[in-house]
């Protein structure tokens, strides 16, 4: 399915009812937040790590097929029992064995009379396993930020409050759900973000655990600090600084009666805030 074209906002404006990935104008426009790829836990704009409990040549791979049968990671191949069952020597049974191919894919099947089950077979499947994979079925976008004051209405003052928010929606912020299922077990996961870190350019940070409020000059907090989500004393030296900020997702998973979490970051584009200092007039 062809995705709709995305609708253009304003700065700090909502995407339309029933869509949540839309793109926004900024003075510092960045590029669009695409979906994640796992990648190492913790890490910068990534998944987690997936369990890979089946690996081959050093790739993931899926240690059960629906065609194949299981993964046997001593030899690279996959098993199931043959059907129907030819006669076999005393104790033995016949698999059908199904070999992953030099580069790649899988191979002919080959039928081999085996005394014991090899390694993985019959394995149930693995609820951590199925909550990456629901993980991998949803988009967890990169916030778009902004600030106020602006680049593009000129400076900000030393000592003054600086407004921070970013794109709301679930796919920006949570709360966003999905499942995956194998075999007969369900896996579902709940994601939203535990808190918002922003990097405000003079080694300082702030902690918010909403979105933000956008700014406006005719709205109850003009010329106050922001009511959820700034840098409440501002900066205390004049310069140029580029913000940015980093959620901080918490990916809940529960199934096959365990559970988990996954964490997962995702980092904006920075914007750029220009600070002069305050000037005092006396006579």
């Known amino acids: 399915m062809t995705a709709p074209t995305p609708a253009v906002a304003d700065p700090g404006a909502e995407c339309p009812v029933g869509q949540t990935d839309c793109s926004v104008w900024d003075d510092e426009p960045g590029a669009p937040g695409n979906p994640g790829t796992p990648g190492g836990p913790g890490g910068g704009d990534g998944d987690g790590g997936g369990p890979a409990k089946c690996q081959w040549n050093g ?10 049968g299981w993964f046997n990671n001593s030899d690279g191949c996959y098993y199931k029992l043959s059907e129907p069952q030819r006669p076999a020597s005393p104790g033995k049974q016949w698999y059908t064995r199904t070999c992953i191919n030099p580069g790649g894919g899988l191979g002919s099947a080959q039928e081999v009379e085996l005394d014991a089950p090899p390694p993985g077979f019959g394995a149930p499947p693995d609820p951590e396993e199925l909550a990456f994979r629901a993980l991998a079925s949803i988009d967890l976008l990169k916030p778009h930020i902004w600030v106020a004051p602006r680049k ?32 007969g077990l369900t896996v579902r996961i709940t994601a939203k973000v535990n808190q918002a870190v922003w990097n405000m350019g003079d080694g300082e940070t702030v902690t918010c655990k909403v979105p933000g409020t956008p700014y406006s000059t005719t709205g109850p907090f003009a010329g106050q600090k ?51 200092e305050l000037q005092v007039v006396t006579r």
Do not use: M
């Not at 009666?257 to 920075?270: H, K, Y």
């Open 59 to 68: 790739k993931p791979v899926d240690c059960y097929d629906e065609e194949a």
């Open 152 to 183: 593009s209405q000129g400076p900000g003052l030393v000592g003054l409050p600086v407004w921070l928010w970013a794109s709301p929606g679930p796919n920006y912020f949570g709360e966003i759900s999905a499942s995956a299922s194998e075999r």
């Open 226 to 276: 922001s009511p959820d989500c700034g840098y409440d004393n501002g900066y205390r030296k004049a310069g140029t600084y580029r913000i940015s900020v980093t959620n901080h997702w918490v990916v809940e998973w529960e199934g096959g009666n365990e559970s988990g979490t996954i964490p997962v970051t995702r980092t904006s584009d920075s914007a750029q805030i220009q600070i002069n």
